[in-house]
């Protein structure tokens, strides 16, 4: 018998409050389990395992992702909209480190049609703020690329403690957003 109250949703969000709080490897079934107040067999009516949950915690983080990065570039164009990406982007892996840790597993995601579709969305908003930018065709999406190596460079670094120096590391992040704005306008 399947337990009122909890369903596919439910248990995609008692992972990612956990991988949150304790990071991505937290999230076990027994774990999760125990946070939904059920027995780790029961589970299984709702979830195809534990592949199955990061699977679904990555497709929401992408979702959650893009949302938040259209949100932020709305409106906006050039290095404005290109700021605000990065600052959204920044933001996200902040507040949600472990959602962000499952959207990152791009293997695991590829074969599932939802989990695609988000991180298409991502990419769809980051071509939107590369229309400002003389870049298109391939080498707008060698443009996302580095876009999203860059920033996902700096936040692992940021979220490990590794801007230890007593220099600010927003300063930092301003300067990189400088850096990218100056190579997507081709003058670096």
């Given at each position: 018998m399947v337990r009122a109250g909890i369903d596919p949703a439910t248990v995609v969000a008692a992972a990612a409050e956990l991988a949150d709080a304790e990071g991505l490897e937290a999230v076990t079934l027994t774990r999760l389990a125990d946070a939904l107040g059920v027995r780790p067999p029961s589970l299984y009516a709702h979830i195809d395992g534990l592949a199955d949950v990061r699977r679904r915690?990555?497709?929401?983080?992408?979702?959650?992702?893009?949302?938040?990065l259209s949100h932020a570039v709305e409106?906006?164009?050039?290095?404005?909209?290109?700021?605000a990406l990065a600052v959204a982007?920044?933001?996200?892996?902040?507040?949600?480190?472990?959602?962000y840790a499952a959207l990152q597993r791009s293997r695991d995601l590829a074969d599932d049609d939802e989990a695609r579709a988000a991180g298409e969305a991502v990419v769809r908003v980051a071509l939107a703020v590369l229309r400002s930018y003389p870049v298109e065709g391939d080498d707008a999406i060698h443009a996302v690329r580095l876009i999203r190596v860059t920033l996902h460079?700096?936040?692992?670094?940021?979220?490990?403690?590794?801007?230890?120096?007593?220099?600010s590391a927003d300063e930092t992040f301003e300067r990189l957003v400088a850096l990218l704005d100056s190579g997507l306008k081709g003058t670096a």
């Open positions: 915690l990555g497709a929401r983080g992408n979702t959650e992702l893009a949302a938040a409106g906006r164009s050039g290095r404005d909209a290109l700021r982007y920044r933001d996200y892996a902040r507040a949600h480190p472990g959602s460079g700096f936040v692992s670094i940021e979220a490990v403690g590794g801007f230890a120096m007593n220099v």
